[in-house]
């Protein structure tokens, strides 16, 4: 496998971190928000290389932590060249976060995360996720179990609120207050879900509002948004979901169409690689589709082609058949 460099933009001509998680030091502006279903550890260490300033890890709930963790360990799967490392967690039990975290603890992350913001119904209907903004006494009680037992930092990622209950800007004193390092925000609210527009102007009022780092979330489509965002808000880092399906590009400050068609299929190879590693090649091959599928998107191939690559079952075959693809792909630009 191929060992991976962290490449984060300014990094060799700037040795000064951008910003502090307490006392971890965190090396560039962007960040791969953790996405459940994506941000595992082939994806999110091809991010980290591409300049990913730091690896957080799809959400774990606590309660399968504390009660079948030997399930839940691929979750936490991390190689050291990834850290800052951060394990997100969720659930609404303050005694069976702290159980959880304390668990995870001894896996030595760099920080631990809990998710303030997820609002698929599945988990706010346990109160979890963006459930607990609506419980503030709680969020509270959570942070101040957690930093005073943990040795590792904690931090929390949240969204605007509910439509009719927007606590963002206490629930950011309360992380805050309660000992919490950072805070990152989504600015939607549960209702929104990922659909219409990210209010940048509630990332900036908890930017002031708060004196720990605020990490802006929502609404980078493309690498010019990261400084965008930073100047509008005043965030000490931007965070990339959807935008970096398909472009992990982005974490080096490039848009997918300043990216060679030859660079796209190395990566598609990679991160192909990793999967397969990671998962074994029948689950593998499976779980890359919705990869696979998103690399290809942008490139110039008919529908019927994509189908015909995203649908082998056999690596060697989907390479071949994406390798030729790319290759008359060439030579009809050539010919252009």
């Known amino acids: 496998m191929e060992e991976l460099t962290v490449t984060a933009p300014g990094l060799e001509t700037s040795p000064a971190p951008t910003f502090w998680v307490r006392d971890i030091p965190v090396f560039g502006d962007a ?20 300049g990913s300033a730091m690896s957080y890890t799809e959400f774990v709930r606590a309660q399968h932590i504390v009660m079948a963790y030997q399930h839940m360990a691929a979750r936490l799967t991390f190689e050291e060249v990834e850290r800052p490392v951060v394990f997100q967690i969720y659930g609404d039990d303050p005694d069976q976060l702290l159980q959880a975290a304390l668990k995870v603890q001894d896996r030595h992350p760099d920080i631990i995360d809990i998710n303030m913001g997820c609002p698929a119904k599945t ?25 005073r037992v943990l040795k590792t930092p904690v931090t929390g990622k949240i969204r605007i609120g509910w439509e009719d209950f927007r606590s963002y800007k206490l629930i950011a004193r309360i992380v805050e207050e309660n000992g919490g390092s950072l805070i990152a925000v989504h600015g939607r609210t549960k209702e929104q879900a990922y659909s219409g527009q990210a209010d940048w102007d509630i990332i900036a009022e908890i930017k002031q509002t708060v004196k720990i780092p605020v990490i802006g979330n929502g609404d ?33 400050h490039l848009d997918r169409d300043q990216v060679i068609p030859e660079k796209v299929f190395s990566m598609v190879q990679q991160h192909l690689e990793r999967h ?56 009809k630009e050539a010919s252009s």
């Open 31 to 50: 960040i791969l928000s953790p996405m459940d279903g994506f941000s595992d550890w082939p994806f999110r260490s091809m991010c980290r290389k591409f």
């Open 123 to 147: 988990v706010v209907h346990q109160g979890a996720g963006v459930g607990l903004m609506r419980s503030p006494l709680k969020v509270a009680r959570i942070f101040r179990k957690l930093t």
């Open 220 to 252: 980078v489509k493309v690498a010019a948004d990261i400084d965008r965002m930073k100047a509008y808000t005043g965030c000490d880092a931007v965070m990339i979901g959807r935008a970096a399906i398909g472009n992990p590009w982005i974490f080096s």
């Open 276 to 331: 397969l590693a990671f998962y074994g090649e029948r689950v593998g091959m499976i779980l890359f589709r919705k990869h696979a599928l998103q690399y290809l998107k942008l490139q110039h191939f008919s529908r019927l082609v994509r189908t015909q690559i995203i649908t082998r079952d056999d690596p060697v075959e989907f390479l071949a058949l994406l390798s030729e693809a790319f290759a008359l792909d060439g030579m």
